[in-house]
């Protein structure tokens, strides 16, 4: 199986975490997660930290929090061709 990430929509204002794992299983999920895979060359471990980095999280964070509703805007990822 091809390795990639799992990434956890955050759909609860109480877990202002995002969470990403690798994996190289086959595994099943729902529509609360999100798989990413890379281009030939692209290090997926390295994203997967940057992506779990508190940084990232911070940015995440203030972007993307809708503070009245109390939950996160969906981010999409758009097709690069």
Known sequence: MEERLLIQQIIDWSSLHILVGWTNEE???TQNQFNLLA?????????????????????????FL????????????????
């Open 27 to 29: 595994l099943y999920n």
């Open 39 to 63: 281009y030939d060359g692209t290090n997926l471990k390295y994203i997967l930290a940057i992506l779990n980095s508190m940084i990232i999280m911070y940015y995440h964070t203030r972007t």
């Open 66 to 81: 809708d503070v009245s509703l109390q939950r996160f805007q969906k981010v999409l990822i758009n097709a690069v061709p």
